[in-house]
């Protein structure tokens, strides 16, 4: 399996590989062993046979909120990485093909690298002078602050892939500048902003700082509903791990999609390999 | 205006909006007394605040568990993500399915991170403290010795991955005309990576390491989901330590004013890191 040229170092690296495995597999398949045990079952560690049941899965799926749970992630997380590749592409473009934004470039690192300890303060505190604590509206806002910035740092790096000569060509062809972005430019980076698009998806989908502090009710999100599993007062370790994995399922399957693109765009045109 | 302001005017509105005007708040927020209990009596204080936080032995201690949190996570995923990395690139078979299973825990929601863990080492019905305990080793994950430790760990097991990936990409594009002048000169695979592999590869692994250490500065959701900064505070980080002044004890300037420190001491440990690198590659150039 290994391109080693010594025998005991095929062997020790297919240990080392193995063990990983195991360690990264373990966690996802004894939740989902947790997910599908019955309930008299519970509290029991070492039960690894038992009847399967899917009372767990019944009951978060139809009795509980996760469902809306998923509904509002999923409309927060949707509608921020729309605005975020609206406002990221054109401006992508420009600071990759125009002379003077090379400070602009780098504060744009800056900027997806600013701690949410300081803008939840005033993230809360005019959502709450404007009553909208506990709406989607309010959580989209505060994700535009890490999703618009990490959207935009990936796409300067597929637009810098780009070469000029394309859009040149298009404007000797009578394009515009503006339609040479549009019609030209875009399209050829699409597989990047695809990653871009699905990276900003999953970053936000997956955030509880901002969306515990700003969500309540009718609007929670699914990390803080998976949060909510596990109070003071005991946890119910099977519906948990049916919110655990329906929270991660998905975005994993995203992640195949882009993991190609993902060191590209995190260079973000700054890192040359 | 210029088309190249157009295009760019969207992004600086939005910035503008959810990054500029929040800092500037946040700002005002920390050089008053502003407590969300007492929002009619805002009291200017000057410094006041930075005054209390930089003497307060809570945010002190937050910051000490912080740093040691960060030098510690840092460190382990650097050493086993290079590991994995070179074991990887020698990978031939099951290439593509080994390498996507293993990055996969970087992409899911920390907090479900931080309960499976708790789940499985709850020291009364967690599996692995079970098996432990049958062979005779019982451990208490979170209790006041290890629990920084675990927590540690478990950001080990989740970015881990972000090091193989980075890792992966660079050790893939370096040239192969070096290794194989090493092959013929008769280079052990020590020497070899040593002199070799480690040389090229420095730039990729500070972006690593920058990119990473401020990601693990923002330490939240494990510190929420298993111990919320206990025993005692043992565990209590500083993304915790403000959100507990800020959003239990209603002590928005004090909160705001520890936020800034975070990024005052950021700031120290990002520039120190990129210096330390620049000057040890200008001093191995000049040899």
Redesign the interface.
């Known amino acids: 399996m290994f391109s080693f040229s010594s025998r005991s170092a095929r062997i020790a690296a297919f240990f080392a590989i193995a063990v990983a495995l195991l360690i990264v597999l373990f966690p996802f398949v004894w939740v989902f062993l947790e997910s599908i045990k019955p309930a008299s079952f519970g509290g029991k560690p070492d039960v690894w046979l038992f009847p399967p049941t899917s009372d767990n899965w019944n009951n978060v799926l139809l009795q509980s909120d996760v469902p809306a749970n998923i509904l509002n992630s999923f409309v927060v997380a949707f509608s921020t990485v729309a605005i975020a590749l609206l406002v990221g592409c054109p401006a992508a473009y420009a600071f990759s093909r125009f002379r003077g934004y090379q400070g602009a470039r780098y504060s744009i690192l800056a900027a997806e690298m600013m701690p949410p300890a300081i803008l939840i303060l005033p993230f809360f505190l005019v959502l709450y002078h404007l009553q909208m604590i506990d709406s989607l509206a309010g959580v989209i806002a505060a994700h535009l602050s890490f999703v618009v910035p990490v959207v935009t740092w990936f796409l300067i790096g597929f637009f810098d892939e780009v070469p000029r000569d394309l859009e040149n060509q298009a404007m000797v062809d009578g394009y515009t500048r503006f339609q040479a972005f549009y019609k030209v430019i875009l399209p050829a980076v699409r597989p990047g902003i695809g990653a871009a698009g699905v990276f900003g998806f999953v970053l936000s989908w997956n955030d509880l700082f901002y969306a515990l502090l700003l969500t309540g009710g009718e609007s929670r999100t699914l990390p803080v509903a998976i949060a909510g599993y596990w109070t003071f007062r005991g946890v119910d370790m099977g519906k948990m791990a049916v919110a655990i994995l329906i929270a991660v399922i998905p975005v994993l399957i995203l992640s195949f999609f882009i993991q190609k693109h993902l060191v590209r765009g995190i260079g973000g045109g700054a890192v040359k390999y | 205006m210029q ?2 302001h ?3 005017l ?6 503008s ?3 500029l ?3 500037a ?2 700002f005002w ?1 920390s050089l008053h007394d502003y407590r969300l209990t007492r929002l009619d009596d805002v009291r200017w204080v000057g410094f006041e605040n930075y005054k209390f936080i930089a003497t307060d032995p809570g945010f002190l201690n937050a910051m000490g568990n912080t740093i040691t949190f960060v030098i510690g996570a840092v460190t382990l995923e650097l050493i086993l993500g290079l ?2 990395a070179i ?2 690139q ?5 290439q593509n399915f ?8 970087m ?6 991170v931080g ?6 080492l709850n020291s ?4 692995i ?3 432990l305990g049958e062979i005779g080793i019982t451990v208490d994950w979170f209790g006041p010795q290890l629990a920084l430790f675990s927590i540690i760990l478990i950001d080990v ?1 989740q970015w881990t991955p972000f090091m193989v ?2 890792f ?3 050790l893939e ?1 370096l040239p192969k005309s070096p290794f194989e002048a090493a092959r013929i000169d008769g280079a052990s ?1 020590w020497l070899t990576f040593r002199c070799v592999t480690l040389p090229m590869l420095r ?2 692994i500070t ?1 690593a390491i920058i ?1 990473r250490a ?1 990601d693990a ?2 330490v ?2 494990y510190v ?2 298993i111990t919320r900064g206990g025993p005692g505070d043992a565990t209590e980080t ?2 915790y330590y ?2 507990q002044a ?2 239990r004890f209603f002590r ?1 300037g004090e ?2 004013a ?3 420190m ?2 005052a001491v ?1 700031l120290v440990l990002v520039i120190a890191l990129v210096k330390a690198t620049k000057s040890s590659t200008a001093g191995r150039n000049n040899v």
């Open positions: 088309l190249k157009r295009l760019v969207p992004l600086a509105l939005v910035l909006a959810v990054m005007y929040p800092v708040f946040s927020i590991g994995l074991l990887l020698r990978l031939v078979r099951f080994i390498r996507s299973t293993l990055l996969a825990p992409f899911i929601t920390p907090i479900a309960l499976m863990f708790r789940f499985l009364e019905l967690g599996v403290s079970h098996y097991w990936l980075m992966l990409a660079g594009s695979a730039p990729v972006v990119i401020l500065f923002k939240f959701e929420f989901a500083i993304m403000i959100y800020g959003f928005m909160a705001a520890a936020a800034f975070l990024i950021i």
